[in-house]
């Protein structure tokens, strides 16, 4: 069957009837859970399962946003909280370093128990003065150069555990004066500065499977379009100057700072340049809107998502997870409570 360029949501705990005939026919390539979709481990483990099952491929990416801090689906009492990305940057080097992968190793080996195979981690955005806090802690550091040298730790110890990262949101939301969720950003800043503070840690991870675009529109690119929907965002930046040639996929389609309906959504960021689209609500009406405006996957795209999907294709090392999170703790202690 042919497979769509779709990453989609489901609404509950469970599939109904509808989600499962919807997902068997359209065949996206993979799915994202939030926080509705959780309550215990055994349950996310079958909802994984049940996923998988409609579209017969057992390893359909399944995606989640486990980033700690605010940002995290899985939490208690099931799952331990982690800390915000910050708070790997306010530790000395290189301890800093040292916990930011082991934070996200320890993350893969969740993730990983439950059959979630992609985390939307890290966030390689760089917060700057005067932005709105929609980034602000879940900021690695305050400098290209740290943001770079933690996230790429982050994704490091995602790998090792078997999960993919997602870089995000290329090509960098640290300006972002209003909430992407919310209204559309717009950032005025000239290509140079662009070039030596926000793009830089994406180009650093340039090496990366898998990003994630920022619906913001940066004027001295393209003074119309949001990154997501920009075709000289993509050619000029995310392919030229960063030069990342991994998948290529949307922010949430449902957010609010794009306009129009879900097909030219989904018809636009394609055409733009994105491999694949992201639908997280749930929703079965703008599903059903964003499949209509998708195409199969197939040419570079399908070549990138398989390469993606090969990066984690290989048995983990052993891992003793308890000694792990105790060496976490430790590196920890006295700077971050969970």
Same mark, same amino acid.
């Given at each position: 069957?042919?497979?769509?360029?779709?990453?989609l949501?489901?609404?509950?705990l469970?599939l109904t009837?509808?989600?499962?005939?919807?997902?068997t026919?359209v065949?996206?390539?993979?799915?994202i859970?939030?926080?509705?979709?959780?309550?215990?481990p055994d349950q996310?483990?079958?909802l994984v399962e049940a996923?998988r099952?409609?579209?017969?491929?057992?390893?359909?990416?399944?995606l989640i946003d486990?980033?700690?801090?605010?940002v995290q689906?899985?939490g208690?009492?099931?799952?331990?909280?982690?800390?915000p990305?910050?708070?790997y940057?306010?530790?000395?080097?290189?301890?800093g370093r040292e916990?930011a992968?082991?934070?996200?190793r320890?993350?893969?080996?969740?993730?990983?128990?439950?059959?979630?195979?992609?985390?939307?981690?890290?966030?390689l955005d760089?917060?700057?003065?005067?932005?709105?806090?929609v980034?602000?802690d879940?900021?690695?550091?305050?400098?290209?150069e740290?943001?770079?040298?933690?996230?790429?730790?982050a994704?490091?110890?995602?790998i090792?555990g078997?999960?993919?990262p997602?870089i995000k949101?290329?090509?960098?939301?640290?300006?972002?004066?209003v909430d992407? #969720?919310l209204k559309l950003?717009?950032v005025?800043?000239?290509?140079?500065?662009l070039?030596?503070?926000?793009f830089?840690?994406?180009?650093?991870?340039?090496d990366m499977?898998m990003a994630?675009?920022? #619906?913001?529109?940066?004027?001295?690119v393209d003074?119309r379009?949001p990154?997501?929907?920009s075709?000289?965002?993509?050619?000029?930046?995310?392919?030229?100057a960063?030069?990342?040639?991994?998948l290529?996929?949307?922010?949430?389609?449902?957010?609010?700072?794009?306009?129009?309906?879900?097909?030219?959504?989904?018809?636009?960021?394609?055409?733009?340049?994105?491999?694949?689209?992201?639908?997280?609500?749930?929703?079965?009406?703008?599903m059903r809107?964003?499949?209509a405006?998708t195409?199969?996957?197939a040419g570079?795209?399908?070549?990138?998502?398989k390469?993606a999907?090969?990066?984690?294709?290989?048995?983990?090392?052993?891992?003793?997870v308890?000694a792990?999170?105790?060496r976490f703790?430790a590196?920890f202690e006295?700077r971050?409570?969970?």
């Amino acid at each position: 069957m042919t497979t769509h360029a779709a990453i989609l949501g489901c609404s509950g705990l469970t599939l109904t009837a509808e989600e499962r005939a919807f997902f068997t026919d359209v065949q996206p390539w993979g799915f994202i859970l939030f926080k509705r979709n959780i309550d215990a481990p055994d349950q996310v483990r079958a909802l994984v399962e049940a996923l998988r099952a409609t579209v017969g491929r057992p390893d359909a990416p399944v995606l989640i946003d486990q980033e700690g801090g605010r940002v995290q689906r899985l939490g208690p009492p099931h799952w331990r909280r982690y800390p915000p990305g910050r708070a790997y940057g306010v530790l000395p080097e290189p301890q800093g370093r040292e916990m930011a992968q082991l934070g996200a190793r320890l993350l893969a080996h969740d993730l990983a128990a439950l059959g979630i195979n992609v985390d939307c981690l890290p966030v390689l955005d760089v917060p700057q003065a005067g932005a709105h806090d929609v980034i602000g802690d879940r900021a690695y550091a305050t400098t290209a150069e740290g943001v770079a040298n933690l996230g790429r730790a982050a994704c490091e110890g995602l790998i090792e555990g078997g999960v993919l990262p997602v870089i995000k949101h290329m090509p960098g939301h640290g300006r972002a004066g209003v909430d992407s #969720h919310l209204k559309l950003p717009v950032v005025d800043a000239p290509l140079e500065e662009l070039e030596a503070v926000d793009f830089a840690p994406f180009q650093a991870l340039a090496d990366m499977p898998m990003a994630m675009t920022s #619906h913001v529109v940066y004027t001295a690119v393209d003074s119309r379009h949001p990154a997501t929907t920009s075709r000289a965002v993509h050619t000029k930046v995310i392919r030229g100057a960063i030069g990342f040639d991994g998948l290529v996929m949307t922010d949430d389609l449902s957010m609010k700072a794009l306009g129009g309906d879900f097909t030219s959504r989904a018809r636009k960021s394609l055409a733009a340049g994105c491999d694949m689209v992201l639908h997280c609500n749930g929703d079965m009406a703008e599903m059903r809107g964003v499949i209509a405006g998708t195409r199969p996957l197939a040419g570079p795209a399908a070549r990138r998502a398989k390469a993606a999907l090969a990066r984690v294709a290989r048995p983990l090392a052993p891992f003793d997870v308890n000694a792990a999170r105790a060496r976490f703790d430790a590196g920890f202690e006295g700077r971050w409570t969970p």
